[in-house]
């Protein structure tokens, strides 16, 4: 059974290759992070090397070996396989690393069928291992697979892409994720209700948030910083602005998560202001939704989401991350005089 919820088509797709024995040598999954490229490409490795008549059976000793990450012919490639240089992680996939996945993909099988590579995070394959791995792709060994993962495929040099067989993978519906959560993970219905919105599509982060708590504590702390620099002078929001570009210097993606979450806010501030409010992602917010919605007018509301994209791409394009933000902070619409109703 293919363990991967919500990506029938890419499954039947497989599936079908499989039964006809049509298999490309590479492939491409698409999909954003947490969506199940992982899942979809270890339960293709199964398929590949089950010892059971209807592959993959999930129980037979292959299949158990390749979930638990111990089979000999199954090989993950990344940037968190990389050896760590001077005790911090690699920025890039290197030649060594793809020239070693070479070498191991000339050797038949050691105890399985097929040989399978998966390449996660291929965008960050440097310019020289990508061209490296252009080589075996174009000539690809028998009895070999290799899977590369990415969440941007713009991001890899178009020569990798033509010669991979692509798999756009897709959100996933929230009830899907709501009812996995529940029946497969025993997450309560209220908390895999608001997982499935909180997710966006992404089973694989609804699951580690139901793991660990951390995910969620680190939410709240985001909203109610959101909701106290909404409340604050200028001195505090650009005090803020800074923190947040310095954070830019050292981690991009924290400051895009960042905001991106606030994007999420202000559109429930805009779907709670029309009376939407059971499309709202911040489900457990809805009573201070609701009560900044009646002190923000549409228009400002609006406005400001347009803003929040614009830093997004203007950081993205290498702007200054503190003028960007400041410029945020400044846009950012005043609170009108009320009463502040806070969480909890
Ligand atoms: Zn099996």
Same mark, same amino acid.
Request: charged share 20%.
């Given at each position: 059974?293919?363990?991967?919820?919500?990506?029938?088509?890419?499954?039947?797709?497989?599936?079908?290759?499989?039964?006809?024995?049509?298999?490309?040598?590479?492939?491409?999954?698409?999909?954003?992070?947490?969506?199940?490229?992982?899942?979809?490409?270890?339960?293709?490795?199964?398929?590949?090397?089950?010892?059971?008549?209807?592959?993959?059976?999930?129980?037979?000793?292959?299949?158990?070996?390749?979930?638990?990450?111990?089979?000999?012919d199954v090989?993950?490639?990344?940037?968190?396989?990389?050896?760590?240089?001077?005790?911090?992680?690699?920025?890039?996939?290197?030649?060594?690393?793809?020239?070693?996945?070479?070498?191991?993909?000339?050797?038949?099988?050691?105890?399985?069928?097929?040989?399978?590579?998966?390449?996660?995070?291929?965008?960050?394959?440097?310019?020289?291992?990508?061209?490296?791995?252009?080589?075996?792709?174009?000539?690809?060994?028998?009895?070999?697979?290799?899977?590369?993962?990415?969440?941007?495929?713009?991001?890899l040099p178009?020569?990798?892409?033509?010669?991979?067989?692509?798999?756009?993978?897709?959100?996933?519906?929230?009830?899907?994720?709501?009812?996995?959560?529940?029946?497969?993970?025993?997450?309560?219905?209220?908390?895999?209700?608001?997982?499935?919105?909180?997710?966006?599509?992404?089973?694989?982060?609804?699951?580690?948030?139901?793991?660990?708590?951390?995910?969620?504590?680190?939410?709240?702390?985001?909203?109610?910083?959101?909701?106290?620099?909404?409340?604050?002078?200028?001195?505090?929001?650009?005090?803020?602005?800074?923190?947040?570009?310095?954070?830019?210097?050292q981690n991009?993606?924290?400051?895009?998560?960042?905001?991106?979450?606030?994007? %999420? +806010?202000? #559109?429930? $501030?805009? !779907? =709670?202001?029309?009376?939407?409010?059971?499309?709202?992602?911040? @489900?457990?917010?809805?009573?201070?939704?609701? %009560? +900044?919605? #009646?002190? $923000?007018? !549409? =228009?400002?509301?609006?406005?400001?989401?347009?803003?929040?994209? @614009?830093?997004?791409?203007?950081?993205?394009?290498?702007?200054?991350?503190? $003028?960007? !933000?400041?410029?945020?902070?400044?846009?950012?619409?005043?609170?009108?005089?009320?009463?502040?109703?806070?969480?909890?």
């Amino acid at each position: 059974m293919w363990q991967v919820v919500g990506q029938n088509r890419a499954v039947s797709l497989l599936q079908i290759s499989l039964a006809k024995g049509t298999l490309a040598h590479a492939y491409l999954f698409i999909g954003p992070q947490h969506v199940g490229k992982m899942t979809l490409a270890l339960n293709l490795a199964q398929a590949l090397n089950c010892e059971a008549a209807e592959p993959p059976c999930g129980v037979c000793s292959s299949c158990q070996k390749i979930a638990s990450a111990k089979h000999a012919d199954v090989q993950v490639i990344g940037l968190a396989s990389a050896d760590l240089t001077e005790g911090k992680p690699r920025a890039e996939i290197s030649i060594d690393q793809i020239r070693e996945a070479q070498h191991s993909a000339n050797l038949p099988p050691f105890e399985g069928k097929y040989k399978i590579f998966i390449i996660d995070g291929a965008e960050f394959l440097s310019h020289e291992a990508a061209n490296c791995l252009l080589k075996t792709l174009e000539e690809p060994p028998e009895r070999v697979v290799f899977v590369l993962l990415t969440t941007n495929a713009r991001l890899l040099p178009a020569t990798v892409v033509s010669r991979c067989q692509r798999l756009d993978l897709s959100l996933i519906a929230a009830s899907e994720v709501e009812t996995t959560l529940n029946t497969r993970w025993g997450v309560a219905f209220d908390k895999a209700k608001l997982l499935a919105r909180l997710c966006h599509g992404c089973l694989g982060w609804a699951i580690q948030a139901a793991l660990d708590d951390g995910l969620l504590q680190q939410r709240a702390e985001r909203l109610e910083k959101l909701l106290d620099i909404m409340g604050a002078g200028y001195e505090e929001r650009f005090a803020y602005a800074a923190k947040l570009a310095e954070q830019f210097s050292q981690n991009r993606g924290r400051v895009q998560e960042v905001l991106d979450l606030w994007l %999420d +806010w202000w #559109r429930d $501030l805009m !779907l =709670t202001k029309v009376g939407c409010c059971d499309m709202i992602t911040n @489900a457990d917010y809805a009573a201070t939704l609701t %009560d +900044w919605a #009646r002190s $923000l007018s !549409l =228009t400002e509301i609006r406005l400001f989401m347009a803003d929040i994209q @614009a830093v997004g791409e203007q950081l993205r394009q290498n702007a200054s991350p503190r $003028l960007a !933000l400041e410029v945020l902070m400044l846009n950012m619409p005043k609170r009108k005089e009320g009463v502040l109703v806070k969480h909890g």
